[in-house]
């Protein structure tokens, strides 16, 4: 188990999580959100975003820091903590993204970690090599390669009691980012951002993020904590955790409020066609859109940075409450209907349902099936599992809710849409406590029904008889031929 983080609950690849930070004696509760502070200019100042906004932690970067003489020597003389005037955890980022933005940067690996060290750091960064999605597999394995040296390098630079980051690389080709994930975690490095997915994000790439993100936690062990790097915007911080992410940092917040753009869970709006703020925060109770719109550009800027702040630390509160009552995925559901690329995330959330299942908790508080995607989650997914170990009689009837009949047959077992069959003395039990709609669809049906068949392959000894009402015959079809089915709707008794 790693040293510096504890995981204290689960749901699907979400998690609750401690990470201690020793050098700044404290420990940051996750998923936790790192707002990006420039030492240049603060929209927000440090110590208003931990008093009025409870941040635990931040990050600023070593290399702008490295690069203004005056800041660079009082950051030297004062320490961060004192020139930010911020009381929790500072983490630095290295200038890896000037390098793949501008392509060159004049401070190396152990250049830059001994100077976020002796700046104060908290946690520190190496220079690893962002590769951009859709490269060439060359390029992005060349680049990994460097990433990978850095990563050794600074295992071996004296940093104190700093954690140091270890960034997993390797584009858009899961294989390589799963070598990077097990590369960086057998490193004796501490965190795990997962890096240059901005540029997916950008492009709306929500499933392509996703299938990456998949990639790297295969290859990091389940007690890694996972930053994804650049990840900012609230209407994905649920499905960033719900894939296993730890950290999320948002430069976002102020760089909207720049562009008089505000932030919802549901998107980004401009300000400009406002007629309502559908928000409670302080800045949204005090005006009105037209009161935000007459203010002075840098009060204006302020305000709205203010806004979007308060709406991604809810989201993350949220998210928080959501893994504690097991109703992540839930949540998830509900904002990946803010953008029909979002709906992608999702789907592509679920093509890792195996994955999600191995830390999803076997029992929770409910199950609500709240769109056609619910049939593909992992509970269905561990049913189907399950079924194929439960002991059969010779002859089983298997129904929908009551027997309506079943004397004739050794036991009566119900099947319920989207898990299949199951013992009825497991009715009580989730998650075949489950909420679903009256008009079930037919997602629903054809889990149920792959259940039976799981069932029915893994017991070719038992004699399986199918009532069901009204299902179609579209589904049915599934259905071995070997099964009797029964359609109790047009049965007389
Ligand atoms: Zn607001």
Same mark, same amino acid.
């Given at each position: 188990m790693r040293e510096c983080f504890e995981l204290r609950d689960a749901d699907a690849g979400g998690r609750i999580g401690e990470l201690t930070v020793p050098r700044a004696e404290t420990t940051v509760e996750t998923p936790a959100l790192l707002p990006v502070i420039n030492p240049n200019l603060d929209t927000i100042s440090p110590r208003r975003l931990a008093e009025?906004? $409870? %941040?635990e932690i931040l990050i600023t970067n070593s290399y702008i820091i490295h690069g203004t003489e005056d800041v660079r020597e009082q950051a030297l003389e004062e320490g961060l903590h004192e020139l930010l005037d911020f009381p929790g955890a500072i983490m630095t980022d290295s200038g890896s993204f000037q390098l793949s933005e501008?392509? @060159?940067?004049? *401070?190396?690996t152990e250049e830059i970690l001994e100077f976020q060290h002796e700046i104060g750091s908290d946690i520190g960064t190496p220079v690893d090599i962002p590769t951009p999605p859709d490269v060439s597999r060359e390029r992005a394995e060349d680049e990994l390669a460097t990433t990978q040296e850095r990563l050794e390098v600074a295992e071996d630079v @004296?940093? $104190?009691d700093m954690l140091v980051s270890a960034p997993v690389q390797g584009s858009t080709y899961p294989d390589l980012r799963e070598e990077a994930g097990s590369h960086a975690d057998a490193t004796d490095l501490d965190v795990f951002p997962v890096g240059a997915v901005v540029p997916l994000m950008n492009d709306y790439r929500y499933d392509d993020m996703v299938d990456a993100v998949a990639a790297a936690k295969r290859g990091l062990g389940a007690d890694a904590p996972v930053h994804l790097f650049g %990840?900012?915007?609230?209407?994905m911080f649920a499905l960033g955790v719900a894939m296993g992410c730890d950290l999320f940092d948002s430069a976002a917040y102020a760089l909207y409020a720049r562009d008089d753009r505000y932030l919802t869970v549901r998107g980004t709006r401009q300000l400009a066609e406002l @007629?309502?703020? =559908?928000c409670s925060c302080p800045v949204c109770t005090e005006h009105s859109p037209d009161d935000l719109r007459a203010l002075p550009d840098r009060d204006r800027e302020e305000e709205l940075a203010a806004h979007n702040l308060h709406v991604t630390f809810e989201e993350i509160r949220r998210i928080k409450q959501a893994i504690r009552a097991g109703n992540l995925l839930e949540l998830v559901e509900q904002r990946a209907r803010a953008h029909p690329a979002m709906l992608d995330g999702y789907r592509a959330l679920l093509d890792h349902a195996a994955q999600l299942e191995q830390s999803? =908790? *076997?029992?929770?508080g409910s199950f609500f099936y709240?769109?056609? +995607?619910?049939?593909?989650?992992p509970e269905v997914r561990r049913h189907h599992e399950r079924v194929t170990r439960l002991e059969t009689p010779d002859s089983l009837f298997l129904t929908e $809710? +009551? =027997? %309506?009949? $079943?004397?004739?047959?050794d036991e009566s077992w119900r099947v319920e849409p989207p898990f299949g069959p199951f013992p009825? %003395?497991?009715?009580?039990s989730y998650p075949f406590t489950a909420e679903l709609p009256e008009r079930t669809d037919r997602a629903a049906l054809e889990a149920a029904v792959e259940g039976v068949v799981r069932l029915v392959e893994a017991n070719p000894e038992t004699e399986v008889t199918l009532g069901h009402w009204g299902w179609p015959d579209g589904v049915l079809?599934? *259905? =071995?031929?070997r099964v009797e089915v029964v359609d109790l709707m047009g049965d007389g008794d």
């Open positions: 009025e906004f $409870g %941040a501008y392509g @060159d940067i004049d *401070v190396t @004296d940093t $104190g %990840a900012g915007h609230p209407m @007629d309502y703020l =559908p999803d =908790p *076997v029992s929770k709240t769109s056609h +995607e619910s049939a593909r989650r $809710g +009551e =027997p %309506a009949r $079943g004397d004739e047959y009825r %003395a497991l009715s009580k079809e599934a *259905v =071995p031929e």
